[in-house]
């Protein structure tokens, strides 16, 4: 049986005692499956929260982890053009509902989720648009076109936040504004922020006002509960809230008749299960700005399989800035 190295863990607990170099069973594609050969993996949040067991109990008896990844089509299943084969791609919602993701030398999944990469685009680049790049998205154009108008990118130097920024501006908007911490203002600018504002200062609530010449059409949300007070000063009338986290405050309590009154839309976002729709514009906008060299793909690190742990670690806390890849090939 040919066999494949594989990051996996078998139990919740610490990044550096639970993820371990296993060799595996390498795996065969199936009817309407590619199998990929794994260049980069990117963990995420999302990843070092189910290997920690802050959302449970492990889903499955052994887990390789990660949605995100890129790589190039070794082998195609029944059903799929044999031409793919040595075609660079991407991939997306590797893990989701599987036990079995990128964080290894292959991975056969749907082939409609391993999406052609441009030979233009490096692998780093293509192993992150899986759940930031396509959070992003889904948070600027979920309710139509932002031509024209102010957005406002809360944790815009966060994986997510800093591609919203990049895609407000490619998308047309007005003013593009971002809040992050001081350290991490130069990031923010450095992806396109007209104004970028310390989440922290008392007066941030004011400062976006000013900036944005009286509010904001739509806001692209890290942390909904914790800034709900800051949202409901700067948000227009008829403006949209997209978000995709509120850790911080998990049950927020939702001023309604405000909001209402001010017919304002609170829209949540989760990536793994975006409509076809959505997902098929999702893909076509970034193969496009992938091709034309569009977006910065910032990296805070890359590390070998061996220790891929430390790329988990650094998704537990706020400090990176850029991506935390894997090579695996």
């Known amino acids: 049986m040919t066999e494949m190295t594989a990051l ?39 990843d070092a929260k189910t290997r920690a067991g802050t959302r449970g109990p492990a889903p499955f008896a052994l887990i390789i982890p990660h949605s995100d990844g890129a790589g190039v089509v070794e082998a195609v299943g029944d059903g799929v053009d044999a031409a793919r084969i ?13 036990p079995f993701g990128t964080a290894a030398q292959y991975v ?4 409609a989720q391993a999406v ?18 396509m959070t992003a998205h889904r948070a ?16 815009g130097a966060g994986a997510v936040g800093a591609y919203a920024v990049q895609m407000a501006r490619l998308g047309g908007a007005g003013r593009v504004i971002a809040t ?29 006002l000013a900036a944005s010449g009286g509010g904001v059409d739509r806001i692209v949300e890290v942390e909904f509960g914790g800034n709900l007070p800051i949202t409901r000063q700067v948000l227009r009338e008829n403006g949209t809230v997209a978000t995709y986290g509120s850790m911080a405050v998990p049950e927020p309590a939702l001023p309604f008749y405000p909001m209402m009154f001010a017919s304002q839309t609170l829209r949540m976002i989760l990536v793994y299960v975006l409509p076809p729709v959505a997902r098929s514009a999702a893909l076509a906008d970034i193969t496009r ?9 910032p990296v805070a690190m890359h590390v070998p399989m061996a220790e891929g742990w430390k790329a988990h670690e650094a998704c537990e806390n706020t400090a990176r800035v850029g991506g935390a890849l894997i090579d695996i090939d």
């Not at 296993?22 to 990117?42: C, D, K, Q």
Request: hydrophobic share 45%; proline share 9%; net charge neutral.
């Open 116 to 133: 052609p990469l441009p030979d233009t685009a490096a692998d780093a680049a293509g192993a992150m648009m899986g759940i930031p790049g």
């Open 289 to 297: 700005w992938l091709a034309a060299g569009a977006l910065q793909h």
């Open 86 to 98: 040595g075609q660079r791609v991407w991939l997306w919602n590797a893990a989701f509902r599987r």
């Open 8 to 46: 996996a863990y078998d139990r919740t607990g610490p990044a550096q005692e639970v993820l371990t170099l296993r060799t595996l069973p390498r795996p065969a594609p199936g009817p309407g499956e590619v199998l990929v050969r794994v260049r980069v993996s990117s963990a995420n949040p999302s």
């Open 108 to 111: 056969a999944l749907p082939a």
């Open 180 to 208: 992050c911490s001081a350290a991490k203002a130069g990031h923010a600018r450095a992806m396109g922020a007209d104004a970028v504002i310390n989440y922290r200062d008392p007066d941030a609530a004011a400062q976006i």
């Open 140 to 155: 600027l154009f979920a309710d139509g076109p932002i031509t024209g108008q102010d957005v406002l990118v809360t944790g």
